[in-house]
Protein backbone atom coordinates (compact mmCIF):
# COMPACT_ATOMS: atom_id res chain seq x y z
CA UNK A 1 0.00 0.00 0.00
CA UNK A 2 2.88 2.30 0.08
CA UNK A 3 4.52 3.45 -3.08
CA UNK A 4 5.76 7.11 -3.96
CA UNK A 5 2.26 8.42 -4.53
CA UNK A 6 0.95 7.93 -1.12
CA UNK A 7 4.38 9.22 0.28
CA UNK A 8 3.63 12.19 -1.35
CA UNK A 9 0.62 13.03 0.00
CA UNK A 10 1.19 11.79 2.98
CA UNK A 11 3.95 14.61 2.95
CA UNK A 12 1.23 17.16 3.16
CA UNK A 13 0.91 16.50 7.05
CA UNK A 14 4.07 17.75 8.49
CA UNK A 15 3.91 20.26 6.05
CA UNK A 16 1.00 21.52 7.95
CA UNK A 17 3.20 21.41 10.70
CA UNK A 18 5.29 24.39 9.39
CA UNK A 19 1.85 26.42 10.50
CA UNK A 20 3.43 26.74 13.78
CA UNK A 21 5.96 29.02 13.20
CA UNK A 22 4.52 32.74 12.45
CA UNK A 23 6.29 32.80 9.23
CA UNK A 24 4.31 34.44 5.73
CA UNK A 25 7.37 32.98 3.89
CA UNK A 26 7.60 29.58 5.75
CA UNK A 27 3.65 29.42 5.78
CA UNK A 28 3.31 30.18 2.07
CA UNK A 29 5.99 27.79 0.91
CA UNK A 30 3.77 25.11 2.92
CA UNK A 31 0.34 26.10 1.11
CA UNK A 32 2.88 25.42 -2.77
CA UNK A 33 4.44 22.59 -1.47
CA UNK A 34 1.06 21.15 -0.65
CA UNK A 35 -0.17 22.05 -3.47
CA UNK A 36 2.57 20.47 -5.71
CA UNK A 37 2.22 17.32 -3.92
CA UNK A 38 -1.73 17.61 -4.51
CA UNK A 39 -0.96 17.52 -8.01
CA UNK A 40 1.85 15.15 -8.58
CA UNK A 41 0.16 12.65 -6.49
CA UNK A 42 -2.40 11.19 -8.63
CA UNK A 43 -0.59 11.84 -11.77
CA UNK A 44 2.21 9.39 -10.11
CA UNK A 45 -0.50 7.07 -9.09
CA UNK A 46 -1.99 6.78 -12.94
CA UNK A 47 1.46 6.63 -14.51
CA UNK A 48 2.86 3.62 -12.19
CA UNK A 49 -0.19 2.27 -12.31
CA UNK A 50 -0.28 2.21 -8.08
CA UNK A 51 -3.87 4.23 -7.53
CA UNK A 52 -6.06 2.28 -4.90
CA UNK A 53 -8.90 2.88 -2.87
CA UNK A 54 -6.58 3.74 0.01
CA UNK A 55 -4.71 5.78 -1.86
CA UNK A 56 -8.17 7.53 -3.20
CA UNK A 57 -9.33 7.86 0.46
CA UNK A 58 -5.92 8.99 1.80
CA UNK A 59 -5.42 11.93 -0.61
CA UNK A 60 -8.36 14.09 0.12
CA UNK A 61 -7.88 13.17 3.87
CA UNK A 62 -4.14 15.01 3.82
CA UNK A 63 -5.84 17.57 1.95
CA UNK A 64 -8.36 18.21 4.88
CA UNK A 65 -6.03 17.80 7.37
CA UNK A 66 -3.77 20.46 5.88
CA UNK A 67 -6.47 22.67 5.45
CA UNK A 68 -8.22 22.07 8.74
CA UNK A 69 -4.84 22.54 10.74
CA UNK A 70 -4.19 25.82 9.12
CA UNK A 71 -7.46 27.24 9.47
CA UNK A 72 -7.07 26.31 13.16
CA UNK A 73 -3.55 28.54 13.65
CA UNK A 74 -5.22 31.14 11.91
CA UNK A 75 -8.55 30.98 14.01
CA UNK A 76 -6.40 31.08 17.03
CA UNK A 77 -4.14 34.17 15.67
CA UNK A 78 -7.10 35.87 15.28
CA UNK A 79 -6.87 36.15 11.19
CA UNK A 80 -9.51 34.10 10.65
CA UNK A 81 -13.72 34.57 12.20
CA UNK A 82 -15.44 31.41 12.73
CA UNK A 83 -17.72 31.39 10.70
CA UNK A 84 -15.35 32.30 7.96
CA UNK A 85 -13.43 28.95 8.57
CA UNK A 86 -16.42 27.04 8.69
CA UNK A 87 -17.26 28.46 4.82
CA UNK A 88 -14.17 27.45 3.85
CA UNK A 89 -14.99 23.90 4.86
CA UNK A 90 -18.53 23.70 3.98
CA UNK A 91 -17.66 20.97 1.38
CA UNK A 92 -16.60 19.02 4.09
CA UNK A 93 -19.84 19.22 5.42
CA UNK A 94 -21.54 18.12 2.30
CA UNK A 95 -19.16 15.10 2.15
CA UNK A 96 -20.01 14.35 5.39
CA UNK A 97 -24.13 14.34 5.33
CA UNK A 98 -23.18 12.25 1.55
CA UNK A 99 -21.10 9.66 3.73
CA UNK A 100 -23.46 9.38 6.13
CA UNK A 101 -26.22 8.54 3.59
CA UNK A 102 -24.20 6.18 2.20
CA UNK A 103 -23.74 4.72 5.38
CA UNK A 104 -27.19 4.55 6.64
CA UNK A 105 -28.30 2.69 3.05
CA UNK A 106 -25.67 0.39 3.33
CA UNK A 107 -23.59 1.55 -0.13
CA UNK A 108 -20.25 2.42 1.48
CA UNK A 109 -18.70 -0.47 0.43
CA UNK A 110 -19.99 -0.70 -3.10
CA UNK A 111 -19.37 2.94 -3.71
CA UNK A 112 -16.45 4.14 -6.18
CA UNK A 113 -14.05 6.39 -3.53
CA UNK A 114 -12.82 9.41 -6.34
CA UNK A 115 -12.62 13.09 -6.83
CA UNK A 116 -15.37 15.23 -7.82
CA UNK A 117 -14.86 18.42 -9.76
CA UNK A 118 -15.95 20.89 -7.40
CA UNK A 119 -14.40 18.93 -4.94
CA UNK A 120 -11.19 20.31 -6.72
CA UNK A 121 -12.02 23.93 -7.33
CA UNK A 122 -12.79 24.23 -3.80
CA UNK A 123 -9.79 22.47 -2.61
CA UNK A 124 -7.71 24.95 -5.19
CA UNK A 125 -9.45 27.45 -3.95
CA UNK A 126 -8.86 26.96 0.13
CA UNK A 127 -4.83 27.07 -0.78
CA UNK A 128 -5.14 30.25 -2.57
CA UNK A 129 -6.95 31.63 0.59
CA UNK A 130 -4.78 30.57 2.65
CA UNK A 131 -1.56 31.78 1.05
CA UNK A 132 -3.59 35.11 1.10
CA UNK A 133 -4.05 35.12 4.96
CA UNK A 134 -1.07 34.02 5.00
CA UNK A 135 0.47 36.84 3.51
CA UNK A 136 -2.57 38.64 6.09
CA UNK A 137 -4.95 39.47 2.92
CA UNK A 138 -8.57 39.52 3.97
CA UNK A 139 -11.36 38.91 2.13
CA UNK A 140 -14.27 40.05 1.26
CA UNK A 141 -17.63 38.24 2.76
CA UNK A 142 -18.91 36.85 -1.03
CA UNK A 143 -15.40 34.81 -0.82
CA UNK A 144 -16.10 33.05 2.28
CA UNK A 145 -19.86 32.66 0.24
CA UNK A 146 -18.57 31.36 -3.07
CA UNK A 147 -17.14 28.33 -0.74
CA UNK A 148 -20.71 27.26 0.42
CA UNK A 149 -21.85 27.94 -3.15
CA UNK A 150 -18.97 25.29 -4.23
CA UNK A 151 -20.00 23.16 -1.36
CA UNK A 152 -23.68 22.74 -2.10
CA UNK A 153 -21.98 22.04 -5.82
CA UNK A 154 -19.92 19.33 -4.48
CA UNK A 155 -23.26 17.56 -2.81
CA UNK A 156 -25.24 17.71 -5.61
CA UNK A 157 -22.39 16.05 -8.22
CA UNK A 158 -22.14 13.72 -5.08
CA UNK A 159 -25.55 12.60 -5.22
CA UNK A 160 -25.63 12.50 -9.60
CA UNK A 161 -23.55 10.72 -9.31
CA UNK A 162 -24.65 8.09 -6.87
CA UNK A 163 -28.02 8.19 -8.53
CA UNK A 164 -26.82 7.54 -12.16
CA UNK A 165 -24.49 4.30 -10.49
CA UNK A 166 -27.95 3.28 -9.19
CA UNK A 167 -29.71 3.68 -12.27
CA UNK A 168 -27.21 1.88 -14.59
CA UNK A 169 -27.27 -0.96 -11.34
CA UNK A 170 -31.14 -1.38 -11.56
CA UNK A 171 -31.01 -1.49 -15.44
CA UNK A 172 -28.59 -4.29 -15.75
Known amino acids: MFNVSNGLTILRAPLAFLFLIESPSLRILAI ?11 YVARRSRSASRFGAILDPAM ?6 FALGVFLTEGKLQTWEACAMISRDF ?3 VFGLYLSLS ?61 EVEKSS
Open 94 to 96: SLC
Open 106 to 166: GLWQSYECKSIRWGKATTALQFFVLIGLAMEHTFSWWVYAVFILLGTLAFIELCRIKITKT
Open 32 to 42: ILAMLTDSIDG
Open 63 to 68: DKFFVF
